[in-house]
């Protein structure tokens, strides 16, 4: 089954304990991308990549480091995460370079205390 | 630089009625365009896509977008809701020269009620 997965999907951390949250896919796709999404602000683009070792910033990186080592997966980290990270995460792929029609994952909630 | 904006936060509607989701959509150059339907406590899950060609594009449990140019709109409508297309709704627009960016909306709540 084609599918994006995330793990974990629920976490709850404290200020300034690294952490990372895994995304894969078994799609074989190039693209690929996290997203945060908060109420009132939609979904925005933190981080996306073309392909293996390659990444760009979204609308909002700060904060997040990523990394594209192999086509399948595409870690966020967070080196020290803080209160106003709280939120919804969302990793998604795509076939096609401009990331049409993205497959999105179910999600990781983030609370930081 | 590219933006979106849903004109909606929250449609409510009665079952079996028509129902249009707006999308205004601000570029200078070419664009691609989506809407994206999420479920409670789901994923998002595309709906449509607007890439090039016919200006009405038809998607998924029979909602439909037609893309205006002129008015730089990209709404959404299905001509009668049922209960369970109670969900968010999110537009987002891609290409020109936002390279891999994709652009979303800040979301419609869709509730359907009896």
């Known amino acids: 089954e084609a599918q994006v997965t995330q793990n974990p999907r629920y976490l709850i951390t404290v200020t300034g304990k690294k952490l990372t949250v895994t995304c894969s896919q078994n799609?074989?796709?190039?693209?690929m991308s996290w997203y945060r999404q908060d109420p009132g602000l939609g979904l925005r683009q933190i981080y996306y990549?073309?392909?293996?070792?390659?990444?760009d910033k979204g609308d909002v990186p700060e904060g997040y480091k990523v990394s594209r080592k192999e086509k399948r997966n595409f870690p966020l980290i967070l080196e020290s995460p803080s209160p106003n990270q709280t939120s919804l995460y969302f990793c998604?792929?795509?076939?096609?370079?401009?990331?049409?029609?993205?497959?999105f994952g179910p999600g990781t909630r983030l609370t930081v205390t | 630089a590219q933006s979106v904006t849903q004109l909606d936060s929250q449609v409510p509607v009665f079952e079996e009625a028509p129902v249009e989701l707006r999308c205004n959509y601000s570029?200078?150059?070419?664009?691609?365009l989506f809407w994206y339907v999420q479920y409670p406590n789901q994923g998002l899950q595309l709906l449509l896509k607007?890439?090039?060609?016919?200006?009405l594009v038809k998607g998924i449990n029979g909602f439909e977008a037609e893309f205006n140019k002129s008015q730089t709109s990209f709404h959404l409508r299905k001509p009668s809701v049922h209960i369970s297309d109670t969900a968010e709704y999110f537009c987002?627009?891609?290409?020109?020269?936002?390279?891999?960016?994709?652009?979303f909306g800040q979301g419609t709540e869709l509730s359907v009620k009896p």
């Open positions: 998604a792929s795509s076939s096609t370079r401009t990331g049409h029609g993205q497959y």
């Open positions: 799609m074989n796709h190039e693209y």
């Open positions: 990549s073309m392909n293996v070792e390659v990444t």
């Open positions: 570029s200078s150059v070419s664009v691609y």
């Open positions: 607007y890439l090039s060609g016919s200006t």
């Open positions: 987002a627009v891609s290409g020109g020269n936002q390279g891999g960016k994709l652009i």
